[in-house]
């Protein structure tokens, strides 16, 4: 019995630690970092739609975190913005630990998905933090570049092609997956609608939506060009988020498209804003 007890007291002190202040402060900055990157990403590849193209703007990471840089303060803004990602990996580590909130946040496939966000946003706060330190190769550089060398490197490989190819199918089904819990809005469940007026659920619900679709089409559309890289076994096939977004405006509905697709991803913004303010932690 004593041996039991004492179990339930470690249990429920890890659940405290997974549940603290701290942790919740780091998750909602972590929401705002997001939301700053990803309406930077969507003006730049607005620009780069109204410029026919011609915008020599990254519109990815990079070339958020080098319009940081640009501003007043970007110095200060980029390190305040990589201490909020770390803040955002730490609370998915303790999801990943000690499960999140919801019925089913104890699920073992829940707190695999938590672990493998853990370590992306980890990668991501290192990159932005390694930038802001004054390398700028770490978090500036183009992600065509980065995508082909990754994929050139790995088509090298025994298997290479195949490996390359199931990566490309896996980032298509994440799109997919992503596109489709938006339009089914999902989110709600993980928000606390009933704390939000009538116009701001519309408004929760119209930037989740869009946004959410337009970040899993780029997903899809990432995760076509791997696979036709793997198909032709040429690195250049591989795309970057930049040279992704390059492509919509390729198609016959010309810069429309990519000009769609930036504000949705703006919108994701802003929806990583809302999920700041009313996201369940």
Do not use: C
């Not at 770390?86 to 580590?93: K, P, T």
């Not at 992704?244 to 919108?267: E, H």
């Amino acid at each position: 019995m004593n041996t039991s007890a004492a179990a339930q007291r470690g249990k429920g002190k890890a659940r405290q630690a997974g549940d603290s202040k701290a942790v919740e402060v780091g998750g909602r900055a972590g929401f705002i970092a997001r939301g700053v990157i990803y309406f930077l990403v969507g003006f730049l590849a607005l620009r780069i739609a109204f410029n026919g193209g011609g915008s020599k703007k990254q519109a990815d990471r990079g070339g958020a975190l080098s319009e940081i840089a640009q501003k007043p303060f970007g110095s200060v803004l980029l390190w305040v913005l990589g201490i909020a990602v770390v803040g955002m990996a730490l609370w998915r580590l303790s999801e990943a630990l000690f499960g999140a909130p919801g019925e089913d946040g104890d699920k073992a496939s829940k707190r695999l998905i938590s672990a493998g966000r853990a370590v992306f946003y980890g990668f991501v706060a290192y990159s932005i933090l390694s930038f802001a330190a004054g390398s700028k190769s770490s978090g500036s550089g183009s992600s065509d570049s980065k995508s082909q060398d990754v994929t050139a490197k790995v088509l090298d490989l025994p298997g290479g092609r195949w490996i390359v190819g199931i990566a490309g199918i896996v980032v298509v089904g994440v799109g997919l997956w992503i596109a489709g819990r938006a339009v089914m809005r999902k989110f709600h469940k993980h928000l606390r609608m009933e704390a939000m007026s009538r116009v701001q659920r519309r408004g929760v619900d119209v930037v989740g939506i869009f946004g959410g679709l337009s970040r899993g089409i780029v997903f899809g559309v990432a995760g076509g060009f791997a696979v036709s890289a793997a198909l032709k076994a040429r690195s250049s096939e591989a795309k970057g988020m930049d040279d992704t977004l390059r492509s919509f405006a390729s198609t016959p509905a010309g810069p429309w498209l990519l000009a769609l697709i930036a504000v949705g991803l703006a919108a994701f913004g802003l929806f990583s804003f809302a999920n700041a303010r009313w996201r369940k932690i």
